[in-house]
Each structure stands twice: as C-alpha cells, then as structure tokens.
C-alpha cells in the first residue's frame, strides 16, 4: 500500500515549544497518539480550551487545571465557525511566540512548585488546523449554512446570541470537537463569558459528555476591566474609560445590596444605567480629539442557569449581572495616538457579575 507523503507538522518528530517539554500537537491524530497511554494509565487530563492570545485570564485556568489533574492540555485555536461573517475574524490577535513564551513560563512555574500542583508542567498544546477541525470544509458563518453544528436553544439566541446570532452554535461545535479529541476529565472556562459556560455546562449534560465543567473567576486589571485578548483592539484612549462595563455592574450589585425594595429588575438595572450613562456625558463635553464614545448593547439581570431575563431576583436562587458595551472607534485621533491593534476598530466587550444564592453567599 502507498505510503501517503506528510507535512512536517504530521511527522512522527516531536515538536516543542522551545526549552521546555511541552509537545505542540498540530492534528487529530496526534492527539489521539499523545492521549492513550494517560487512559490506561488513570492519568487525569484537564483541557483549557482558548483562542490564543493568551492573558492572566488564560494563565488562571492553566493554573486552576494544574491543580487538579496529572495532565494540562490547552488548545490554541481561532475558530472561524463562532465568528459572524461582519465580525474580526482576519484581525483577531495571533500572537504564537508570546503565547509559546507564556505557557514555557507556566511550564516552569509547575516544575518549581511541586506542592501546589498535581501536574508536573503543561503537558501538551494543541494548534490544529481548520483543515483538520472541519474535514467537511470551511465551516458556514451564516445562520441558515449547511454544515455539521451543534446547537442549543434557546440559550444560544439571547444576550451575547441576539448579537452574535451564530456564536453559540460555533463555540458549542468546537467544544464537542475538542472534547471528543482531547478527552479531558476536566474542562475549564472562565466565568467572564459566563453565557458561554451555562451553554457548556447544558452541552455537557445534555449530550452525556463524561467531562466535568470547572468555572474559574474572571481575572481583572487592578481598575477593574476583565482581561480580555480583545482589549488589545482599545488604544490607550478608550482604555481609560473601559472600566465602565465593570462599574456599572458594581453599581447594581450595591443597589441589590443595599436590601428592601431592590430586588426588583428596575432598580437594580437602573444604578448600573445611571453610571453609565453619567460617564458618558463627562465623555461627550470633551473635544472629539479626547473623548470616548459608547452604547450600551444590554444591561441583563437573568437566571443563573437559563439566562432568561428576570423580573425579580429570587434570593435563594441568585442572579446573573451582564451587559455588553461597544466602544466606538475614536473620533479625530491624533498623528501620534495608540489608537489600538488593527486601528482601533469598533470593541465590543462584555462582563458580569454574580448575585450568589444567599446560602452559598452566607457560607
Ligand atoms: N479575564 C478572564 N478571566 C478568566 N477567564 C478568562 C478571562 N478572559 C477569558 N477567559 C477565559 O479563557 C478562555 C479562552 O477565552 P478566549 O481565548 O476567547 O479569551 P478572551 O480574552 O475571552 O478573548 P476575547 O477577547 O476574544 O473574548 C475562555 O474560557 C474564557 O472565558
Ligand atoms: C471556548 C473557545 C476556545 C471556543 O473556541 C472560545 O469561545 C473562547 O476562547 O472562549
Ligand atoms: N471569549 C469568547 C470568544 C469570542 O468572543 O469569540
């Protein structure tokens, strides 16, 4: 039987990211190859999936992962399928060698650390190619194109899903791709996207995946803005003011907080409005040469598990706090301005906060 040729990245040479032993996996198969002997050997493996670009948000879960499981594998991997056809898909940041660097230093910090984690390192990136995620072909970024998806309604088409109306459908079949490839026992999310983990935390049980989901906290600039590998799109101008999302969302936790009478969709909303709307004015009586401008996406107070839209918080269920801001691109700027990657364009960014279930929140 003819041998068929391959690539260097399919040759059975193993490929590392440089000084470390980190294997780079770059197909299905390899994967599959690295995979086995931890099945047999009752070696855990924890999976943090990400699209590259990797921050302190990324490096938590990595940690979180490490913690927790023999093995840590992550997967850097820009999935065309989650991105509509008007959105960033040819600019998204691809920044291999920092991640490379990233992860080596990770790597290193396990080696060291030998008492606070179960893993020894990280033991494996997987970098696969579209080709080889979707054998079928460059999978449709239209609603109504064929192809193989995964989806779950209606979770998928409200708050992040009513903008973004084919995200949850290409998350949910990436995910299932890459947790039928990887076989992890733990998968780890963080909670800044929190839409994204009920509808993993849905696909999981629905589709009987014997994985478990692991929530990690989002991680936060000291002013209070979620990392997000987006931010680099911002330009230190609008950068200044992203922190609004997070504020507004503060001011209606407090409103919550403060007790009688707010629990009420209303006044718990309108605090996080107030505040934004307050900034904005500061923003608009500047010149267009310094100020920033905004638009509120949504102001979501929903249900911790279906994410529909609440009237009322139930205290011994709890709440989820979300919204999402499009920072538009800055007016009249300036010859010398950090204006952001790919020329600042339009940022969309999101953020929440959880009301916990008063148990939990008194334990
Ligand atoms: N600030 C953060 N804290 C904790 N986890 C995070 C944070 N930002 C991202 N993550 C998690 O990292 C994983 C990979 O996310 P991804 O690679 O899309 O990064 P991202 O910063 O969310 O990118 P983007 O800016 O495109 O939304 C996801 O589970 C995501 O929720
Ligand atoms: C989970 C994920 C890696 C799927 O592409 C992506 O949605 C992300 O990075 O949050
Ligand atoms: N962090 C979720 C990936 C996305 O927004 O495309």
């Not at 003819?2 to 490929?15: H, K, L, M, N, Q």
């Not at 938590?60 to 989650?82: C, K, W």
């Not at 995910?175 to 935390?201: E, S, W």
């Not at 996406?297 to 706090?321: C, F, H, K, N, W």
């Amino acid at each position: 039987m003819a041998c068929r040729s391959t690539s260097p990245s399919s040759s059975s040479a193993v490929e590392k990211i440089p000084s470390t032993s980190i294997r780079v996996l770059r197909s299905v198969e390899a994967v599959r190859r690295w995979r086995r002997p931890h099945t047999l050997d009752r070696r855990t493996v924890g999976f943090v999936p990400t699209m590259g670009a990797l921050h302190e948000g990324h490096v938590s879960l990595i940690r979180a992962a490490a913690r927790e499981n023999h093995h840590v594998v992550v997967s850097v991997y820009v999935n065309p399928a989650q991105f509509g056809i008007a959105e960033d898909l040819g600019s998204y940041p691809v920044t291999w060698a920092a991640d490379s660097a990233v992860l080596a230093r990770l790597d290193r910090e396990l080696a060291d650390d030998g008492a606070g984690f179960l893993a020894a390192g990280v033991s494996a990136v997987f970098a696969p190619s579209t080709a080889d995620m979707y054998p079928a072909g460059f999978p449709g970024q239209a609603p109504d194109s064929p192809g193989s998806f995964v989806t779950l309604t209606p979770i998928s088409s409200v708050l992040e899903g009513a903008s973004r109306p084919t995200f949850f459908r290409g998350v949910a079949t990436v995910c299932m791709k890459l947790f039928n490839i990887v076989q992890p026992d733990r998968v780890y999310f963080g909670q800044k996207d929190v839409q994204q983990t009920v509808v993993i935390r849905a696909m999981v049980r629905d589709f009987m995946l014997p994985t478990a989901v692991v929530i990690g906290p989002t991680v936060r600039a000291p002013d209070g803005l979620a990392q997000s590998s987006r931010n680099v799109y911002l330009g230190a101008r609008r950068r200044a003011v992203a922190p609004v999302l997070h504020d507004a969302l503060r001011a209606a936790e407090t409103a919550y907080s403060a007790g009688a009478g707010a629990r009420d969709r209303d006044a718990i909303l309108d605090a996080a409005r107030s505040l934004a709307d307050a900034v904005l004015a500061d923003q608009m009586a500047l010149a267009p040469a310094q100020r920033v401008r905004f638009e509120i996406d949504y102001l979501s107070l929903s249900d911790p598990e279906t994410m529909q839209e609440l009237a009322q918080v139930d205290p011994a269920r709890g709440a989820i706090l979300s919204g999402a801001i499009r920072m538009l691109p800055v007016e009249d700027p300036q010859p010398d301005e950090d204006r952001g990657h790919s020329d600042g364009p339009l940022v969309r960014l999101i953020d929440n906060i959880i009301i916990q279930p008063a148990d939990t929140a008194a334990a």
